[in-house]
Nanobody, 114 residues
Framework: QVQLVESGGGLVQPGGSLRLSCAAS????????MGWYRQAPGKERELVAT???????NYADSVKGRFTISRENAKNTVYLQMNSLKPEDTAVYYC????????WGQGTQVTVSS
């Protein structure tokens, strides 16, 4: 089993920034992909960004140019730097990792509001 623990969510004003972190622990041998999904109230969970162990990245169109995903393989940690936040970015953000199985974190709330 792999455990994912997120941190860094909170309340921020429109135009502000937040940085999310997610640390993986447990039975890790190679996390091929790590990333972030989000789920807003009344909506389905959607991809935000992913990054492979070789640092290939993929972003949702809605966050391109504003969010940056990165990872530290030695620490099994993935980050999401979120800039120029908008009210529509408000959601619970879930960390995601794929080894043989897929693992999810417990989620961290991000609220963008004045």
């Amino acid at each position: 089993q792999v455990q994912l623990v997120e941190s860094g969510g909170g309340l921020v004003q429109p135009g502000g920034s937040l940085r999310l972190s997610c640390a993986a622990s447990g039975s890790i041998w190679h996390l091929y992909i790590m990333g972030w999904y989000r789920q807003a109230p009344g909506k389905e969970r959607e991809l935000v960004a992913t990054i492979t162990s070789g640092s290939n990245t993929n972003y949702a169109d809605s966050v391109k140019g504003r969010f940056t995903i990165s990872r530290e393989n030695a620490k099994n940690t993935v980050y999401l730097q979120m800039n120029s936040l908008k009210p529509e970015d408000t959601a619970v953000y879930y960390c995601y990792a794929r080894q043989i199985n897929t693992y999810w974190g417990q989620g961290t709330q991000v609220t963008v509001s004045s």
